[in-house]
């Protein structure tokens, strides 16, 4: 979620006033980190239950999230803190890329977001080798 401010003026009796109208844009994609970490565990959660179980739990989060229900700062940092725990965020989108990589012989998701293109950037010196 992100937080948008906008300057309004409003006239009333010929004298302007300003004021700022806050709001919070609920962006229904979570971040690049987010986006790593989801797509990490779905590749390793047939190897080990905890992978599963981590990727249920941050799910779940998420679902908390778009509910309000949980904020996305505390929702973020889990995704930092199990990010920082399986090597942070380039280890885990290179582990993943890997995995992929070995199981299918290609890198095929492709998309122009940070992870989209960090991913990119990681498979192609990982199939130049």
Not at 31 to 38: C, G, R, T
Not at 41 to 50: D, F, G, N, W
Not at 67 to 75: G, R
Not at 98 to 103: Q, T
């Amino acid at each position: 979620m992100q937080k948008i401010e906008l300057m309004s003026n409003i006239t009333f009796n010929n004298t302007s006033y300003f004021r700022t109208i806050s709001m919070i844009n609920k962006s229904d994609k979570p971040s690049s980190e987010a986006k790593a970490l989801s797509l990490f565990l779905m590749a390793y959660k047939t190897i080990s239950p905890s992978y599963k179980e981590k990727s249920k739990r941050i799910n779940r989060l998420w679902s908390l999230v778009l509910k309000e229900e949980l904020s996305s700062y505390d929702y973020m940092q889990e995704v930092e803190n199990t990010l920082t725990s399986y090597g942070g965020y380039v280890a885990v989108v290179e582990k993943t890329v890997r995995y992929y990589i070995e199981k299918t012989g290609e890198w095929n998701l492709k998309g122009d977001d940070k992870y989209c293109l960090d991913a990119r950037e990681i498979a192609d010196k990982i199939l130049n080798e």
